[in-house]
């Protein structure tokens, strides 16, 4: 079985900081990770995925995420926040690239002027 | 690539009735997911079909809910005798196992569904 925890269900952080997202998993197989953003009302866009082909994953919109086997983590970064990244972020684990996904609770980011 | 389309984007209906949402996948993809989300939290996997078989159902999956894809194409769900409870967004996500690679979820703007 696999699970996710998003620690913090709020974040806050000025224009321009650095963003910061946490992310935990259990899987009692190599997994894969999958970090998505959804805005109101809409559904989930993936931002990047990690598939054991490297631990620095890139994303769209200049995210990008490092999985930590020794830590089981797979935190998101973006080192310059803009207005627009305001918005909900999803973890998630997949025990297969095109499996089903178990999700975390989400992250809601505020970005302030 | 015209995204996954679901139908309609907002369902107002009275505890009791029944509701059926329909989810058209990236034409391509051969895997089609349902899952339900609540305010505040993530998506939770319902069931999913491999073209037209339905290969798992959640628990959550409860008898007045029933999921179809006739001819491994669109997708449709239908929930029977409404209760407050159901009051949710239902997403669909579709992902294909092709030879060419595993491609990962694609998701749908989702069916809010409101229960009276």
């Known amino acids: 079985a696999q699970s996710v925890t998003q620690l913090g269900s709020h974040v806050s952080v000025s224009e321009g900081a650095l963003v910061l997202l946490r992310c935990n998993y259990s899987?009692?197989?190599?997994?894969?990770l999958f970090w998505y953003v959804q805005y109101p009302n809409q559904g989930l866009q993936l931002l990047l995925k990690y598939t054991s082909a490297a631990t620095l994953v890139k994303g769209i919109n200049g995210f990008e995420a490092e999985f930590k086997k020794s830590e089981t983590s797979f935190h998101l970064t973006k080192p310059s926040a803009h207005m627009s990244d305001a918005a909900e972020y999803f973890c998630?684990?997949?025990?297969?690239?095109?499996?089903?996904?178990?999700f975390g609770d989400g992250t809601t980011l505020t970005v302030k002027p | 690539d015209t995204g996954v389309s679901q139908d309609p984007r907002h369902k107002i209906t009275k505890r009791g009735q029944n509701v059926t949402f329909r989810c058209d996948p990236i034409?391509?993809?051969?895997?089609l997911y349902w899952y339900r989300q609540t305010l505040g939290q993530g998506p939770e996997f319902l069931t999913y079909?491999?073209?037209?078989?339905?290969?798992?159902k959640s628990r959550l999956l409860s008898d007045r809910f029933s999921a179809e894809r006739p001819k491994g194409s669109f997708s449709t769900l239908e929930i029977q005798r409404t209760e407050q409870g159901d009051s949710a967004m239902y997403l669909c996500a579709s992902s294909t196992t092709a030879e060419g690679g595993d491609q990962p979820q694609h998701f749908g703007d989702g069916t809010r569904l409101s229960i009276l």
């Open positions: 998630a684990v997949s025990l297969h690239n095109a499996g089903k996904s178990t």
């Open positions: 079909f491999q073209n037209e078989a339905q290969l798992e």
């Open positions: 899987s009692s197989v190599p997994p894969y």
């Open positions: 034409s391509e993809h051969n895997r």
